[in-house]
């Protein structure tokens, strides 16, 4: 193949110029002969100039095309093909490069487009991997490079291994963006657009304004909540916007922080040439528009990171010029200065770049990151900065796989371990457990302790959580783990309930992984682990980014920068609709891809609460749970109350193992606890304690009555005499008994002890509690609010939580207003809920409720009768059937049927002709049922009428196979009564020839001849072999006591044929048996 190559090279070096026409079209014929191809565009076909990338060449034709390879001859591009070709063309012009297909080897394959005649000219773009061909187009409008000056230097470096399908690149002098689109001319490479078309190819309608928008001075005014350039985006959804950058502050790898609406930028990775850039710069959200500020101070890097505390900027780390650096940097935003931190510390900080920083309350976590010697920090680094301290976490000292949602364990070795340390990775702090969630990055497969030459390191892409306090590391469990891919130099960031994953670059390592970047955002629900895979929906943006910055500000995620061949100074930005952003109804229930639920009460679109259902037990260990409510959801865990007192009165306590809560506290420190089924959970302080006699009950506190007469107070740490720092006049204050009046503000006490009428809807002895049909908290003043429930209810709603008890399968909710996910379908609000039968399918119900609603959709697809049952095997039920058509234009057909254990009905196809119109048939069944209990319902869905073409194919199929059945068994049964047959023969050979004979002497022939196999060959008068020729009756002249004259006659022996007959048969003496 390489001798290929070079002839090829040295066929096609020379370069023919060919006139080309004033039209510009893409080159696109398979093969490029003698420097030309065949183009084709408006004026019809003609040769266009054209050369194979090889060796080094230069080119002055206004326009062509470069090939990666003469096609006609090899399928990929060769092995080290280094190549490069030099673009010039006149003064005062410009050049443009169009790459409409590329495919190379992904991180190893470059193709480099240098500003100028040479490599040390700047460089304007880097592009490897899949990229552009027939069906992938990940560069959109940047996969044109424009020169600023009249030449360009197009470099090919490939490496020794993997070879891929090429590139296929066409230039022109002064060539315009997009070639106009179509929608004007194109005049010294710039696009003149026709009157209805705008932007810099000529791509974008003016005011082509859609759902009621208005068009303005060129600009789309937008009605009804819609959004976006020309009013696409419908009110509650998510959607994406793009601030085109100015190229000026284009960077990639930098360290970035967001204060207020301000993205603040320092350092960064500039592609070669670039000249000076300035090291500090910021993005302002409400303007969209960059700065730069010049404070002298530290010098510009890649690798590091920026954490913003209050009105500070604190940059860590990062490679300069001269190495990997380990320096501390503060930069204050109100003075614009720098000043550098030596912070004290127990033991050196490790120079460090490529790791990720997250701030908790005052303190910096840096994770991952690779030191100056090349391996990656397994290690975590914390600065605090309040005490201006830095701190080293030793892996040693961390537990590994301590918590993991999916398996749970005591005992833990290296095999356990879930984080290795990681380059490059990202990670952010998840609000719902409070945890430092890492993400993708390339990790180690060994402890970095054992310092192995062959330390391995692979793309990770495992979610892995940091519990601060525990000092643990533990897995975040996703359930489709192909939902997010294997990236690294990923950004995540955490908006309301929902983690963004953005760009990437996927691991590459065969020669079938073409495509290098992730083109792709994620979004994953950090409270169930769901995720699904969202799409860049902007026209004219690369999906792909690498080396980028994101934030947040105001429920937005911005991407900022980095690189996808090019470097940018673009922002990308998903916009996550809040639902209070809703005015209608209609949009605010409207299904969202970001996994909130928005919901409408009140006139007012509101985001749902998470339903119960989503807090199911996990496996984690009890002192993986910081919160009492959360120990107790696990039914082997137990909260202490210790004996340490906080500040403000209450106890710290500890979730601890039931069975084994004992060996934490060997001194009596538990000094309360809660487990499940037994007791709530004890309140965290004094002040969450709403009446007087549970404050008393807590050894810490005492009672403030507020001198109402009504019981109502403030519970507080305090002592015998008084609070510890609350004031409470003495006369108040009640610390061994309570006020005799305790009617929790809702009433007053005309005996000093009885209330005399329970006010704001309370009730009880002590109005303690909300009366029948309202809820909440009703003790020390509080309020009930009435009952919301459906109709799906029955009975009041539960007096604390409000919950309604919902009579009907699958419909759930706090409201008894939503069907449940999977099977059910149906709307809870307005109608109800109803579980989805397919014909065919059997189904069991356990159900505790008395309704439950199927439905049945039958259409053309069904082309038999349905024979339905149902059946209760412990309670009678009622049923209501309703068919009705699905264009609603019949009136429903309703029939109820009497209680009863079995219900079974055949719809028949000819009656309903749902073949024609498909009709849906409800079933609403109501159980009879006196209490609560487990019922089983049964439907079978089958189909009884008769094919009779197949019927009589599997009959006489059928029939076949039991004739052949049978005959195998008769000729087996033959062969068997055969070999029975020959089988005893020779056992009655046998018999016969051992039975007991009169001696006498054989009379043989005087001479005998020896033969081969025998002693001796016998002359007999006859010889009868027998079965199988084991056996031989051989006659002889034989002679028996008697008168001579008589004595001699003939006789038969049986004998054995094989060698020992022979040797018997040499012996005239040996004693035979004579038949």
């Avoid at 501390?328 to 912070?343: E, M, R, V």
């Avoid at 195998?968 to 062969?975: C, E, M, P, V």
Wanted: aromatic share 10%; hydrophobic share 30%.
């Amino acid at each position: 193949m390489k001798l290929g190559c070079l002839l090829t090279v040295i066929a096609l070096f020379s370069i023919s110029l060919v006139a080309g026409s004033e039209a510009s079209c893409e080159c696109s014929s398979p093969t490029c002969t003698n420097n030309s191809c065949t183009c084709t565009n408006s004026t019809g076909q003609f040769q266009q100039f054209c050369t194979i990338c090889s060796g080094r060449k230069k080119v002055t034709e206004s326009e062509g095309t470069i090939y990666s390879h003469d096609s006609s001859i090899f399928d990929t591009y060769g092995s080290k093909q280094l190549c490069s070709v030099h673009i010039e063309s006149p003064l005062s012009t410009t050049i443009r490069l169009y790459f409409h297909f590329f495919k190379t080897e992904c991180a190893w394959d470059y193709v480099h487009v240098h500003d100028g005649s040479s490599t040390h000219d700047p460089t304007i773009a880097t592009f490897s991997g899949r990229l552009v061909d027939d069906t992938v187009d990940l560069l959109s409008v940047d996969k044109e490079v424009v020169s600023s000056k009249n030449s360009v230097y197009v470099v090919f470096r490939p490496d020794s291994h993997v070879e891929h399908d090429g590139f296929r690149i066409s230039f022109k002098v002064n060539g315009c963006p997009g070639w106009c689109s179509g929608h004007g001319e194109c005049k010294d490479g710039v696009c003149q657009c026709d009157s209805d078309w705008s932007g810099d190819s000529c791509d974008t309608r003016q005011c082509d304004c859609l759902n009621g928008g208005s068009c303005k001075e060129g600009v789309c005014q937008c009605v009804g909540g819609y959004k976006g350039s020309h009013c696409e985006h419908s009110p509650g959804s998510n959607y994406w916007s793009h601030t085109p950058g100015t190229g000026a502050f284009v960077r990639s790898s930098f360290g970035g922080a967001v204060v207020g609406d301000t993205y603040w930028v320092f350092g960064g990775y500039f592609f070669q040439g670039a000249g000076t850039k300035p090291s500090l710069i910021k993005f302002n959200v409400d303007s969209k528009s960059w700065s730069s500020v010049h404070p002298s101070g530290p010098v510009g890097r890649t690798g590091h990171t920026i954490t913003a505390y209050k009105n500070s900027l604190y940059m860590y780390g990062g490679e300069e010029n001269s190495g990997i650096s380990d320096e501390l940097w503060q930069f204050s935003i109100d003075n614009g200065t720098w000043h550098q931190l030596n912070p004290k510390s127990t033991a050196d900080r490790i120079k460090s770049t490529g790791h990720c920083a997250v701030l908790v309350k005052d303190t910096i976590y840096y994770i991952g990151g690779m030191d100056d010697e090349g391996i990656v920090i397994i290690d975590i680094q914390t600065f605090n900065i309040s005490s201006n301290t830095w701190n080293i976490i030793s892996h040693r000292d961390m537990k590994q796989a301590y918590y993991n949602s999916r398996t749970y364990k005591t005992k833990f070795t290296d095999n356990d371990r879930v984080y290795y340390g990681r380059y490059s990775p990202a990670c952010t702090l998840n609000p719902a457990t409070n945890r430092i969630l890492v993400f993708g990055g390339l990790n180690t497969t060994r402890i970095i302790a054992e310092n192995l030459p062959d330390q391995r390191v692979d793309r990770e892409s495992t979610f892995v959580e940091y519990d601060v306090p525990l000092n643990s590391w533990g897995n975040f469990y996703i359930p489709d783990w192909n939902t997010v891919p294997r990236l690294y130099q990923a950004s995540i960031e955490v908006v309301d309930r929902n983690l963004f994953v953005f760009g990437g670059i996927f691991q590459s390592s065969t020669a079938n992984d073409k495509q290098c970047y992730n083109p792709h955002a994620y979004i994953v629900n950090i409270e169930t682990g769901k995720g699904k895979q969202l799409n860049l929906s902007l026209d004219g943006v690369s999906p792909i980014r690498i080396g980028h910055g994101s934030f947040v500000h105001d429920n937005t995620v911005y991407i900022v920068g980095g690189y996808n061949g090019k470097l940018r100074d673009d922002v990308i930005s998903f916009h996550f609709q809040k639902c209070e952003e809703n005015t209608l109804e209609t949009t605010c229930i409207t299904a969202r891809e970001d996994f909130t639920i928005c919901q409408w009460i009140n006139n007012n679109c509101v985001t749902k609460t998470i339903n119960e259902t989503i807090c199911e037990e996990h496996n984690f260990p009890c002192p993986a749970y910081s919160v009492c409510d959360q120990c107790l959801r696990t039914s082997r865990c137990m909260w202490c109350s210790l004996d340490t007192v906080k500040q403000d009165g209450g106890r710290m306590g500890k979730c601890v193992e039931t069975e084994t809560y004992n060996a934490f506290f060997p001194y009596g420190q538990c000094t309360g606890w809660a487990m499940v089924n037994s007791a709530s959970c004890p309140a965290e302080s004094c002040d969450k304690i709403r009446n007087c006699s549970l404050c008393q009950s807590q050894p810490e506190c005492g009672w403030c009555d507020d001198d109402s007469g009504t019981g109502s107070g403030v519970c507080m740490a305090g002592k015998y005499l008084a609070p510890l720092e609350a004031k409470c006049p003495a006369k108040r204050w009640y610390y061994y008994t309570c006020p005799k009046c305790q009617c929790n503000g809702h009433s007053r006490c005309s005996d000093s002890e009885n209330c005399d009428k329970c006010m704001n809807n309370t009730a009880g002895t002590h109005c303690d509690m909300c009366r029948s049909g309202y809820f909440g908290q009703a003790t020390n003043g509080g309020r009930c609010s009435e009952c919301s429930c459906s109709r799906h209810a029955e009975g009041p709603c539960d007096h604390l939580s409000g919950r309604c008890t919902c009579t009907t399968l699958g419909v759930i909710g706090l409201h008894c207003d939503e069907c449940q996910s999977g099977d059910y379908v149906g709307d809870a609000l307005h109608d109800t809920c109803y579980y989805k039968l397919q014909p065919g399918t059997q189904y069991t119900m356990h159900s505790v409720r008395r309704r439950i609603n199927f439905m049945l959709h039958l259409n053309e697809t069904h082309s038999k009768d349905i024979d339905i049952t149902f059946r209760s095997y412990i309670s009678d039920f009622a049923l209501n059937v309703t068919i009705l058509s699905q264009d609603n234009q019949q009136k429903p057909l309703t029939q109820k049927y009497p209680e009863t254990l079995v219900w079974n009905a055949i719809l028949k196809k000819n009656k309903y002709n749902w073949d024609k119109k498909p009709i849906t048939i409800r079933f609403y069944l109501i159980l009879n049922q006196t209490s609560k209990s487990d019922i089983k319902v049964s439907v079978g869905l089958d189909s009884k009428e008769i094919d009779l073409k197949q019927f009589f194919i599997i009959f006489f199929a059928c029939i076949i196979i039991l004739l052949l059945l049978l005959m195998l068994g008769w000729t087996a049964k033959i062969r068997y009564g055969e070999y029975r047959q020959q089988r005893n023969q020779a056992l009655v050979l046998m018999e016969r020839a051992l039975r007991p004979y009169k001696t006498h002497r054989t009379l043989f022939k005087e001479s005998v001849v020896p033969i081969s196999g025998c002693i001796f060959e016998v002359r007999s008068l006859a010889v009868e072999p027998l079965f199988e020729e084991k056996f031989a009756i051989v006659s002889y002249l034989m002679t028996h006591p008697g008168p001579k004259d008589t004595n001699l006659t003939i006789g038969s022996s049986i004998f054995q044929t094989n060698l020992p007959f022979c040797k018997v048969l040499s012996n005239p003496n040996v004693n035979t048996a004579a038949v």
